[in-house]
């Protein structure tokens, strides 16, 4: 059955509802944080060893089509109507936004611990614990806008700007390539301050807190900010119809910075089997109301 992932702020009350309650059940299950885990494992940077499939690398959009994928399965068997919306962070840009209210992710951390007080994920409504996490502390933390150094969410045309890359991505395939979609929409940049996080890294960067690194999935707005990528990924390829769907084509030789360090199109991807290729599309699981 193809399912229908829907913008967040048009879902109805229920629907709402429903999807915090799915949620809520995976957590109780003890299945939801398996999901943390995963995630903390695959945090590989540039400057580790090893392959690195999840970030900083070319891979960084099918392996999170993956992971969304396993979760919103996860989700059905709970409730077999829910499915994973996405947040357009280039036009729900208010704190005061429906998506942070009390019926739905919850607010803004307090100054001082910022601790999220309100919600169905603070800590002291009782359903969310914090397990998995590469920092200390049971309850789950937000820092809006950053405010040790301030910054907006990503706009309009920093998108548009991604977009209009005609190249996948480029070499070295990593948080350094200069220009292609992947990393100017996963978002690392060059020089120092705010400007170093572009489109989905900001996002991560303005929400705060747990967002930040890792342990993100401990936020599950992780996954509204995951699936608009998603969708962004695909509006790249409707742009690009004639452009190489993934790039490398082919595993990087010995001597390339690349070598056993990135997955090419057809090599699987860990933890699963599954190759770049087989995520190219997803018309056959779900589709994006726009
Ligand atoms: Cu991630
Ligand atoms: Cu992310």
Same mark, same amino acid.
């Not at 590989?44 to 060893?49: K, T």
């Not at 070295?172 to 979609?181: A, I, L, Q, V």
């Given at each position: 059955m193809v399912s229908t992932r829907k913008?967040?702020? /048009?879902?109805?009350r229920a629907e709402r509802r429903r999807f915090v309650d799915a949620v809520l059940r995976l957590k109780r299950r003890g299945e939801y944080d398996e999901f943390v885990r995963i995630h903390i494992d695959f945090y590989? *940077?540039? $400057?580790? &060893?090893g392959l690195r499939v999840a %970030?900083?690398?070319?891979s960084f959009f099918p392996w999170h089509r993956r992971f969304l994928l396993d979760f919103e399965r996860a989700l059905q068997r709970v409730d077999p109507a829910v499915t994973v919306p996405y947040w357009d962070w280039t036009r729900d840009r @208010? #704190?005061?936004? @429906?998506?942070?209210?009390e019926d739905f992710m919850g607010g803004d951390g307090r100054s001082g611990? &910022?601790?999220?007080?309100?919600? #169905?994920? *603070?800590y002291r409504n009782g359903q969310w614990t914090i397990k998995? @996490?590469?920092? !200390?502390?049971e309850f789950l933390t937000r820092a809006f806008g950053n405010p040790a150094n301030p910054i907006d969410l990503p706009t309009p045309a920093d998108v548009e700007r991604s977009l209009?890359?005609?190249?996948?991505d480029v070499e070295?395939? !990593?948080?350094?390539? %200069?220009?292609?979609?992947r990393n100017t929409l996963e978002g690392w940049a060059p020089? /120092?301050?705010? !400007? /170093?996080? /572009?489109n989905h890294n900001r996002v991560h960067r303005w929400v705060g807190g747990h967002m930040l690194? $890792?342990? @993100?999935?401990? !936020? #599950?707005v992780f996954w509204l900010n995951h699936a608009f990528v998603d969708l962004l990924w695909t509006r790249w390829q409707r742009r690009h119809p004639? *452009?190489?769907?993934?790039?490398?084509?082919r595993p990087p030789e010995l001597g390339d910075p690349g070598y056993e360090r990135v997955v090419a199109r057809h090599e699987p991807m860990p933890p699963w089997r599954t190759t770049p290729d087989e995520m190219t599309s997803h018309r056959g699981s779900y589709r994006y109301e726009e």
């Open positions: 913008n967040q702020n /048009r879902l109805t590989v *940077a540039d $400057g580790e &060893r %970030h900083m690398a070319p @208010s #704190p005061a936004a @429906s998506l942070w209210g611990d &910022r601790q999220v007080r309100t919600g #169905p994920f *603070a998995e @996490s590469v920092t !200390d502390g209009k890359e005609t190249r996948y070295p395939w !990593d948080s350094t390539s %200069h220009g292609g979609f020089g /120092r301050g705010t !400007d /170093r996080w /572009r690194g $890792g342990g @993100s999935v401990n !936020d #599950p004639d *452009a190489a769907p993934y790039l490398p084509a």
